[in-house]
């Protein structure tokens, strides 16, 4: 996922993409990768104006229900973040990934504590 979104990145001209939260209470206080040496893929840093600001356009519908089942399941024990172009407005092939990860994660192996569980807006 992660070197297809840079793929996609550079097919389009963004600069960049980071994980933004997708609901405000979502918003991590620690953050990882480096925005601050040109074009690091991936990071998040709380924080962080727009970049990594909560997210703010349209979900589809049936991510926001496969988001609001496991909300509900596991309350505020459970973050969720959606992929998003540095760029605002983002540029018009804007396609998204949405993973959760638990509120309490520490921050020091992050491959292992992260489900990439739904995307929209790639073409088919």
Request: overall charge neutral; hydrophobic content about 40%; aromatic content about 16%.
């Amino acid at each position: 996922m992660s070197a297809f979104l840079t793929q996609q990145r550079k097919r389009v001209g963004a600069a960049a993409w980071a994980w933004r939260p997708l609901r405000k209470k979502d918003a991590l206080d620690y953050g990882w990768g480096n925005s601050y040496q040109g074009s690091v893929d991936g990071f998040y840093q709380p924080n962080w104006n727009r970049t990594c600001g909560p997210y703010d356009m349209l979900v589809p519908r049936r991510v926001l229900e496969r988001t609001a089942s496991m909300a509900i399941e596991m309350g505020d024990r459970v973050k969720f973040l959606v992929s998003d172009f540095t760029e605002h407005p983002a540029p018009a092939y804007s396609g998204h990934f949405i993973m959760a990860m638990p509120a309490s994660y520490n921050g020091t192996d992050f491959e292992g504590y992260h489900v990439v569980f739904d995307s929209w807006g790639f073409p088919h």
